[in-house]
């Protein structure tokens, strides 16, 4: 009777976990991905070493906490028997823009075992090393602790004659959503409504003169050229006082290297950009790809600056993690919100 009451009790927590995972909101530009994988699980005390296939959909829920919504099949043709199911998996740290990310992964599912078409319950938890070879496409590799559990006693109480053992798998993504833009140019801008300016925002950059005008034809096109540049430089870590791939960049000097690569001569520090060109007004549906984001804190001079690349996103160089893309907006993760509170302006160089 327990063991039924367990069962029924796993098989909520599992398919609510999983409706968790295709409902939840989350923001409407949250990173996303799907995911092909496969592994071998070699089964302790045993001379088994069943083959694992899984296929997934993985999505950002807040920071750096991620779910994934994944069907697998154990294929074996031991005693045992093949395992298909399902299975919710949490992950943290995976993701974003950074070249190399270590991560975590756990999880529980469900599985139909082919030897007498008995229900069972599956563990686990692991670690992995992702590496982002392109914005939208990544390759990991995974090992992890695997345990079925007939009995659905849970992972700490397993029978002893519940298979276990550890996973070796390879894991290829596509991503899309924020941080991974498609290919090496953004598309073409849409409209995006203006973000209600918080009063903790610093005081707008400096104004004087007639704001920007829109780009000109030959001024776009050169603009989407320097953002391609930039976007080029993806994953490239933090230096204070670099301007190149070579040595990595701080935030000024991943711009002055997407501009000069283009022949256009521009200052090379951040309080020297904030003067450059005219300025834009600190509303995003005004901005146009080549602008320089000027962030501050209130009361205070520029500090750091990004790339506009469109579509309410920009290119930065971070000391946390490197040339990455992040949205502009209060709304998406607790990163970007961080740095809308103290975004200042823009300044447009190019006409």
């Not at 199911?85 to 139909?112: C, K, N, Q």
Request: net charge neutral; charged share 20%; aromatic share 10%.
């Amino acid at each position: 009777m327990r063991q039924r009451s367990d069962a029924r009790l796993m098989r909520v927590l599992v398919l609510a976990v999983a409706a968790v995972c295709v409902l939840h909101p989350g923001t409407a530009r949250a990173q996303r991905a799907l995911d092909l994988q496969a592994g071998v699980w070699s089964v302790d005390d045993s001379d088994s070493n069943p083959s694992l296939f899984s296929a997934g959909y993985w999505r950002n829920l807040m920071g750096p906490l991620a779910l994934n919504l994944k069907g697998f099949a154990v294929i074996d043709g031991g005693p045992g028997g093949s395992l298909f199911g399902l299975e919710p998996e949490l992950s943290l740290f995976r993701g974003g823009s950074r070249r190399l990310v270590p991560y975590g992964v756990g999880g529980v599912g469900l599985a139909l075992r082919s030897e007498g078409s008995e229900i069972v319950a599956v563990w686990n938890a692991g670690i992995g090393v992702e590496w982002n070879v392109l914005p939208w496409f990544g390759l990991a590799v995974e090992a992890s602790r695997f345990a079925e559990d007939e009995a659905f006693r849970g992972f700490w109480n397993l029978k002893d004659e519940d298979r276990r053992g550890w996973v070796l798998s390879a894991r290829i993504s596509v991503r899309w959503g924020v941080g991974s833009p498609r290919g090496g140019t953004p598309g073409p801008t849409r409209p995006r409504p203006s973000y209600p300016t918080p009063a903790t925002l610093p005081a707008p950059a400096p104004s004087s003169g007639e704001p920007a005008e829109p780009l000109g034809t030959d001024g776009y096109a050169l603009a989407q050229q320097i953002v391609a540049t930039a976007i080029g430089a993806m994953g490239e870590p933090y230096r204070w006082g670099g301007t190149s791939t070579h040595q990595g960049f701080d935030c000024s000097g991943l711009i002055w290297y997407a501009y000069r690569n283009h022949g256009e001569n521009i200052p090379r520090v951040s309080r020297d950009q904030a003067r450059a060109g005219r300025y834009v007004p600190r509303d995003v549906t005004m901005l146009q790809p080549g602008d320089i984001l000027l962030f501050a804190e209130r009361g205070s001079t520029v500090s750091h600056v990004g790339l506009y690349i469109g579509d309410a996103r920009y290119i930065h160089s971070t000391t946390s993690g490197g040339v990455r893309i992040s949205s502009l907006s209060p709304y998406d993760d607790a990163f970007d919100d961080w740095w809308f509170g103290r975004w200042a302006g823009a300044r447009r160089l190019l006409r």
